[in-house]
């Protein structure tokens, strides 16, 4: 049976090997309620509409929110804040796609989406297969783009500048000019838009907030604090660096067998911003004992598409 490696599963092992191995292994999930993974799929959605030009495209992201919010009623037990928090995602999240809308109107016209959350796989070594899935391959104007759509709490300078050595796009653009047929990538499109930081006011009714919603993201001189794409015709990571990578560490994968191999890189445990690894407690209070994996379920296998199936490097 070969290794797969995917973009994510590359990071968690980069990460900490011991969260790869609860992650990856074990397969061991959290079980957490997280309302930036609900937003960040449902805009996902919306934008990919709007982008494949779908005159319904708000309906097709309300229907996306309304069946997360039935799965996180029916997984988890809100508090009224969370579930208050929750319900304003409806209106939220229509705020930024009606703002993305407007904003990139004439590009949005020039764009033909070619595949939206594209697949394939690469036979990088004997043992070895690496998986991507990306979001849109787009044409513009004749030009084959790769297009990365991501949101963020805010958009600064160092995230900008991070985007030229970001891992994944630059495994997306080598790995598809190897694996597919149809001719290259000719350019990066990385499309960043900021969570919004109003809400909603005392006495305020949700299409009046909507409105509003919609004006915080026109606001003049503000607009590329909110905004931003970044484009460019090659990562900032060759070829041969990401082969090199995922070569070494692909390498410390297969060599890895037991639980001691996947050893702990402590600094992740806990962040300075208050962030503590999923898997602390199975590390630091008591182990996966039967009452600590209460708090987990077990993850349920990823399969993609290997019909685009490259040759080893």
């Given at each position: 049976?070969?290794?797969?490696?995917?973009?994510?599963?590359?990071?968690?092992?980069?990460?900490?090997?011991?969260?790869?191995?609860?992650?990856?292994?074990?397969?061991?999930?959290?079980?957490?309620?997280?309302?930036?993974?609900?937003?960040?799929?449902?805009?996902?959605?919306?934008?990919?509409?709007?982008?494949?030009?779908?005159?319904?495209?708000?309906?097709?992201?309300?229907?996306?929110?309304?069946?997360?919010?039935?799965?996180?009623?029916?997984?988890?037990?809100?508090?009224?804040?969370?579930?208050?928090?929750l319900?304003m995602?409806?209106?939220?999240?229509?705020?930024?796609?009606?703002?993305?809308?407007?904003?990139?109107?004439?590009?949005?016209?020039?764009?033909?989406?070619?595949?939206?959350?594209v697949?394939?796989?690469?036979?990088?070594s004997?043992?070895?297969?690496?998986?991507?899935?990306?979001?849109?391959?787009?044409?513009?104007?004749?030009?084959?783009?790769?297009?990365?759509?991501?949101?963020?709490?805010?958009?600064?300078?160092?995230?900008?500048?991070?985007?030229?050595?970001?891992?994944?796009?630059?495994?997306y653009?080598?790995?598809?000019?190897?694996i597919?047929?149809?001719?290259?990538?000719?350019?990066?499109?990385?499309?960043?838009?900021?969570?919004?930081?109003?809400?909603?006011?005392?006495?305020?009714?949700?299409?009046?907030?909507?409105?509003?919603?919609?004006?915080?993201?026109?606001?003049?001189?503000?607009?590329?604090?909110?905004?931003?794409?970044?484009?460019?015709?090659?990562?900032?990571?060759?070829?041969?660096?990401?082969i090199?990578?995922?070569?070494?560490?692909?390498?410390?994968?297969?060599?890895?067998?037991?639980?001691?191999?996947?050893?702990?890189?402590?600094?992740?445990?806990h962040?300075?911003?208050?962030?503590?690894?999923?898997?602390?407690?199975?590390?630091?209070?008591?182990?996966?004992?039967?009452?600590?994996?209460?708090?987990?379920?077990?993850?349920?296998?990823?399969?993609?598409?290997?019909?685009?199936?490259?040759?080893?490097?």
């Open positions: 049976m070969p290794l797969h490696i995917s973009v994510s599963s590359l990071q968690d092992f980069l990460t900490c090997r011991r969260l790869y191995y609860f992650k990856r292994i074990k397969k061991y999930e959290k079980v957490q309620y997280n309302l930036p993974f609900i937003v960040g799929r449902v805009v996902h959605e919306g934008l990919a509409a709007v982008l494949a030009k779908k005159k319904n495209a708000v309906e097709l992201m309300t229907k996306a929110y309304k069946q997360e919010r039935a799965i996180a009623l029916k997984e988890f037990t809100l508090t009224p804040e969370q579930l208050e928090k319900d995602q409806e209106f939220i999240t229509k705020g930024m796609l009606l703002a993305y809308s407007a904003k990139y109107s004439k590009m949005i016209a020039d764009m033909e989406i070619m595949g939206s959350e697949e394939g796989a690469l036979q990088f004997d043992g070895v297969i690496f998986v991507i899935k990306m979001d849109n391959i787009a044409k513009i104007r004749n030009k084959k783009v790769l297009h990365e759509l991501k949101t963020s709490k805010t958009i600064t300078p160092d995230y900008v500048k991070r985007i030229q050595t970001d891992i994944q796009t630059a495994i653009f080598h790995f598809h000019n190897i597919f047929e149809d001719g290259p990538i000719e350019e990066i499109m990385y499309d960043v838009i900021q969570k919004p930081s109003i809400k909603l006011k005392k006495k305020e009714s949700k299409q009046e907030y909507l409105i509003r919603l919609q004006e915080w993201y026109k606001k003049t001189g503000d607009m590329e604090s909110k905004f931003h794409i970044e484009r460019f015709k090659t990562p900032g990571i060759t070829q041969d660096a990401v090199n990578t995922v070569d070494k560490v692909s390498i410390e994968m297969l060599r890895s067998k037991t639980k001691e191999d996947y050893y702990q890189d402590f600094d992740k445990c962040s300075y911003f208050g962030d503590v690894c999923p898997y602390y407690i199975l590390c630091h209070s008591g182990g996966e004992s039967p009452a600590n994996l209460l708090d987990y379920k077990t993850r349920k296998p990823f399969h993609i598409d290997k019909s685009n199936k490259g040759v080893g490097k």
